[in-house]
């Protein structure tokens, strides 16, 4: 790894104190394939065991580095193999699992879990099954564990009964938290083409071709990005792409120098980064307010989605220049209430879930936090996940839909989450029913571009 001269020292330095530069989440990737046997409760025991002899340091650890190098780690974060995978061999009922994940996490002390899942874009196993349909109750009564399912991929196709499925869980999921601002559907996201080795929550899962165990890097850095591109106000085009290629990749270098430290620290493999412009509701801190600095009058305007395409691609090239262990997600994400930016965006009328839709074709993942009127049917939510699967089986990349029904809410209320999540206008979306559609079932075809061999 090239040494850092002084001038990216002190730069760097600058960029965490005035621009949010942080390190997002270490999280370690843990294998419990070799948890499961065919008594839950042996099962549980063997997975809370492994968990907690793994991941015994990774709080310390993550902290000691922050001392070290100056450097804020904000989460420090478990992801697990997806529990349908164990939870199958062990029969009963799924839940223990979520609270063994549960206890496993107050004992540590770690933020997130993540893991309680299922991969079931060609069709459901009888532990995928018992999984999808206890994650309502699961996410209700565990404050700490997030879910996701990944219901398509560019080489399988679009399982359109797991799609069905999910709009009715996530509408649960709401529905068992409406005192608690449905809180748990927060904690839920449905994928297509979900990566093995994502740090991010919700959607992060240790995947079946991972080592037994590894440390992955999530870096974010939207301020800084829009702080240097607010010291260029005319720069062309081709000029700002490279300004944020060049500092994507003094924000990859940081996340390299703490996935190294602690790999080395823990005794565990080093996985990836993942460079992903990861916003909070921080003032500053927001990928819209980047898009506002490139010369739009608001997030949302004609224009936003070209934006986003050029942030995106030139944060891949910095940070593909700058580690050769880049992975996860790694580009721009746009969660509605993590980012004051589109928060003020939505509240103000510029920015609508169709446009957040065509942006997602361009961005690192999908339709995120956005809340959705509380009389949302679960056939709408099925079918905004089906278009959004569609984008991503289509294109090849990772997309994902993670919605929020606020239950006895309207469209200019507003759901408080509080923390990273932040809070969330109610938006609008079209209650034309698509429901004759999704209950067809079966299966979209894999696109051409599948047949790659």
Do not use: W
Not at 87 to 93: T, Y
Not at 256 to 281: C, H, K, M, N, Y
Not at 407 to 421: A, H, M, N, S
């Amino acid at each position: 790894m090239p040494v850092l001269d002084t001038k990216d020292i002190l730069e760097t330095i600058q960029m965490i104190q005035d621009d949010c530069l942080d390190v997002r989440t270490t999280t370690m990737g843990i294998s419990l394939l070799d948890c499961a046997c065919e008594d839950m409760d042996r099962t549980c025991q063997r997975v809370y065991d492994k968990i907690c002899r793994l991941a015994k340091d990774l709080v310390q650890t993550g902290e000691e580095i922050q001392r070290q190098y100056g450097i804020p780690i904000i989460n420090k974060r478990i992801a697990v193999t997806p529990i349908a995978m164990i939870a199958g061999p062990s029969g009963g009922d799924p839940v223990k699992l979520a609270l063994t994940l549960q206890r496993a996490a107050d004992t540590l002390g770690v933020n997130f879990i993540g893991g309680y899942s299922a991969l079931v874009q060609k069709g459901f196993s009888p532990g995928d099954m018992a999984l999808i349909r206890s994650i309502p109750e699961a996410l209700s009564v565990t404050g700490n564990i997030c879910a996701s399912v990944n219901v398509g991929s560019t080489k399988a196709g679009i399982n359109m009964d797991a799609v069905a499925l999910m709009g009715q869980i996530v509408r649960e999921c709401s529905e068992r938290t409406a005192e608690r601002d449905c809180i748990a559907a927060a904690k839920l996201v449905v994928l297509c083409n979900a990566p093995e080795d994502n740090p991010f929550m919700a959607g992060a899962f240790h995947g079946p071709g991972e080592p037994d165990c590894e440390i992955n890097v999530g870096v974010s850095g939207p301020g800084v990005v829009r702080a240097v591109l607010a010291k260029n106000p005319d720069a062309s085009i081709s000029e700002l792409a490279d300004i944020i290629k060049r500092t994507a990749f003094k924000i990859t270098r940081m996340g390299q120098l703490v996935g190294t430290e602690a790999s080395r620290r823990l005794g565990v493999p080093f996985g990836i980064v993942d460079l992903s412009l990861a916003p909070t509701p921080a003032i500053g801190d927001s990928v819209a307010r980047i898009l506002e600095e490139m010369g739009l009058e608001s997030c949302g305007a004609c224009g936003t989605t070209a934006c986003l395409a050029l942030l995106n691609d030139a944060v891949k090239k910095g940070g593909v220049m700058a580690s050769s262990r880049v992975g996860g997600l790694s580009g721009a994400f746009i969660p509605v209430s993590e980012d004051e930016g589109m928060i003020a965006a939505a509240t103000s009328g510029a920015l609508s879930i169709e446009k957040l839709e065509a942006m997602t074709a361009v961005c690192s993942v999908g339709l995120d936090m956005i809340v959705l009127p509380g009389d949302t049917t679960a056939e709408v939510i099925a079918a905004l996940i089906a278009d959004e699967a569609a984008i991503g089986m289509v294109n090849s990349k990772t997309t994902a839909v993670r919605v929020i029904p606020a239950i006895g809410k309207e469209v200019g209320d507003t759901l408080q989450f509080g923390g990273l999540l932040g809070s969330g206008p109610v938006m609008r979306i079209s209650k034309c029913s698509p429901e004759r559609f999704i209950r067809r079932g079966g299966q979209i075809p894999a696109p051409m571009q599948s047949l790659k061999n």
